[in-house]
């Protein structure tokens, strides 16, 4: 049996190895790595930032629709209460017109009525002159009794019935 302290070479180059592995690794491949993680990490913050500007954006394209959409329907409630405004007045001064004219008709029928009762009160002046003219002739030709007057006045009151 030999040495009991042997040195081992395959220790050592194993440790050699290892670390010429990681200087080999930390000058070629680590660098490429951790450029290509840091371009990758940039670029989700870049779409990140992006997807927030975006949302913003949406965000105060959806508040000027919202104040947008509330003008509008102010406009439009304002435009109703014009033309109910409108209505109104124009009901109102139709109603006032229709009055008057039927004022107006009123009074020209009271006239109509008035001249045709003041034609007829003539009509039947004249025909009571003349039925008088009538009834005096006839007692002049006559000679009268008691009896011939109560005839001739029946027969007047029958000539002015006949007349209605």
């Known amino acids: 049996m030999g040495n009991p302290i042997q040195f081992d070479f395959t220790v050592v180059a194993t440790v050699i190895s290892f670390l010429l592995l990681v200087w080999l690794l930390s000058k070629k491949a680590w660098g490429p790595l951790m450029k290509m993680m840091e371009e990758r990490r940039s670029h989700i913050e870049s779409m990140l930032a992006q997807a927030e500007n975006e949302r913003q954006q949406a ?10 959409m509330h003008k509008a329907r102010q406009e439009a409630q304002e435009v109703i209460a014009k033309a109910t405004k409108v209505s109104e007045v124009r009901a109102k001064e139709i109603l006032a017109a ?6 107006k008709i009123k ?23 003349e039925l008088s003219v ?5 007692i002049i030709r ?14 007047f009151i029958q000539e002015v019935g006949e007349m209605q």
């Open 98 to 103: 229709s009055h008057e004219e039927s004022e």
């Open 59 to 68: 965000e105060k394209i959806k508040h000027e629709y919202q104040e947008e």
């Open 107 to 129: 009074k020209s029928a009271l006239v109509d009525i008035e001249r045709e009762r003041d034609r007829a009160i003539t009509e039947v002046r004249a025909q009571v002159a």
């Open 134 to 138: 009538m009834v005096a002739e006839k």
């Open 142 to 155: 006559q000679k009268l009794d008691m009896k011939g007057q109560g005839e001739l006045i029946e027969q």
